[in-house]
C-alpha cells in the first residue's frame, strides 16, 4: 500500500512509519514540524517521502497525490494549550480533520483516526464506582476496563476534548454518509521511542527524561491517577491491520489502550523509575487540571479476536531509558 501519516514526524507518527516501511509498505509523512524536537525524527524514517504541510490548509494536502490510505494522527495532543489557545485547538483538530476527510472523500481512500479518551468527559468516568489505595485508583467492579460508548454529554471535556470529539463524529458521519471507510480508536497513554514528552503531553516520556534529567516533577492531583499504557509499535500493529483488513473494520469505534494488565498509576510509574535508577525524585504537588480522569483503563476485549498489545509497561519504560542514554 501507499500511505499517508499527517503528522507523520511526531511521535505515533513516526512509530505508525516505521513499522508501515518495515512491512514493505510506501509511506508518506505529511508534517508541519511545530512540535519542538520532533524533526530529529526524520532520521528514523528516511526511507518515507517527506511533505512539509499543514492540515488546517486543504490545499497543502494536494501535495500528496493518490494513495490507498490515511492514518490521521496530526492534532493538538494537550490540553493546557487547547485551553491557552482554543481558536488553535479547534482548526487543527476539527477543521484539520474535516480538510483531511474532504481530501479522503475526494481521493476515495480509508481514513483510520486517532481519537482520544478525553471525548468521555470527566463526569461520566469519575462517576464510576472507585476504591482509592495507597498507590492508584481503581474500580473494584469492573474487571475490563471502560466499554465504548457514545454517551458523551456532560462536562468537562476540555477544549481539547471537545476538538477530538468533533473529528471522532465528523469521521463516523462520513462513514454513515458518504460511505467513506473510517476507523475511530480512541487512545489512552500511548508511549514509546522518539516521543518528546512534555508536562503537558506524553507523561510517560516526560517522567522518563525527567528521571535521566532534573529529577524533578510536577503532579497535578495527587499522583494516583490510572493510565492503562500502550506502546507506540503495537498500536502501529493495529493502524495495519485496520487498513488491511478495512471492509470488517469500516465504520467502527474502539477504546484503545494497554488494557487492565498494562494499566499503571503515575506513582507507581515514578517508584519503578527510582527503584531502577536509584534515586529519589523531588516532587511538586498542584491542583487537579480540568477534565482529569481519576481512573481511566480502555476495555480492549473486543479487539483481541484481531489484536493484542505486546509490551508491558516495565519493558517499555526500560527501553525508553535505553533509547535515551544512547
Request: hydrophobic share 35%; glycine share 8%.
Amino acid at each position: 500500500m501507499k500511505v499517508l501519516i499527517t503528522g507523520g514526524v511526531g511521535f505515533i507518527g513516526c512509530n505508525t512509519a516505521r513499522y508501515f516501511i518495515n512491512n514493505g509498505h510506501k509511506v508518506i509523512v505529511f508534517d508541519n514540524l511545530s512540535r519542538k524536537g520532533v524533526k530529529n525524527n526524520l532520521k528514523f524514517i528516511k526511507e518515507a517521502k517527506f511533505i512539509k504541510g499543514d492540515i488546517r490548509n486543504k490545499s497543502n494536502l494536494y501535495q500528496v497525490g493518490k494513495v490507498d490510505g490515511i492514518i490521521h494522527c496530526a492534532a493538538n495532543p494537550g490540553i493546557p494549550k487547547s485551553i491557552e489557545n482554543p481558536m488553535f485547538d479547534f482548526k487543527t483538530n476539527a477543521l484539520g480533520t474535516m480538510n483531511v476527510l474532504e481530501y479522503a472523500r475526494e481521493i476515495n481512500c480509508p481514513v483510520i483516526y486517532c481519537s482520544t479518551n478525553k471525548v468521555y468527559p470527566e463526569d461520566l468516568i469519575n462517576s464510576l464506582e472507585i476504591k482509592e489505595t495507597d498507590k492508584r485508583y481503581m474500580w473494584p467492579n469492573n474487571q475490563y476496563g471502560f466499554s465504548f460508548t457514545n454517551e458523551i454529554g456532560g462536562r468537562p471535556h476540555s477544549p481539547y476534548g471537545v476538538s477530538k470529539l468533533c473529528g471522532d463524529i465528523y469521521c463516523q458521519e462520513y462513514y454513515k454518509v458518504y460511505d467513506l471507510p473510517t476507523v475511530v480508536n480512541r487512545m489512552s497513554a500511548i508511549y514509546g521511542l522518539h516521543q518528546f514528552g512534555t508536562e503537558e503531553q506524553g507523561w510517560v516520556s516526560h517522567f522518563v527524561r525527567s528521571a535521566l534529567s532534573t529529577k524533578t516533577l510536577n503532579i497535578y492531583g495527587d499522583g494516583k491517577q490510572v493510565r492503562d499504557m500502550l506502546w507506540g509499535e503495537d498500536l502501529a500493529k493495529l493502524f495495519l491491520l485496520e487498513l488491511e483488513k478495512i471492509d470488517e473494520f469500516k465504520g467502527t469505534v474502539w477504546n484503545v489502550g494497554g488494557g487492565y494488565k498494562n494499566s499503571m498509576s503515575l506513582i507507581e510509574c515514578i517508584r519503578y523509575l527510582e527503584d531502577k535508577l536509584n534515586f529519589s525524585f523531588k516532587l511538586n504537588f498542584y491542583g487537579w487540571r480540568i477534565a482529569d480522569h481519576k481512573i481511566y483503563i480502555s476495555n480492549i476485549t473486543p479487539l483481541e479476536k484481531y489484536w493484542k498489545p505486546t509490551v508491558s509497561p516495565e519493558q517499555g519504560i526500560d527501553m525508553m531509558i535505553d533509547e535515551l542514554r544512547k
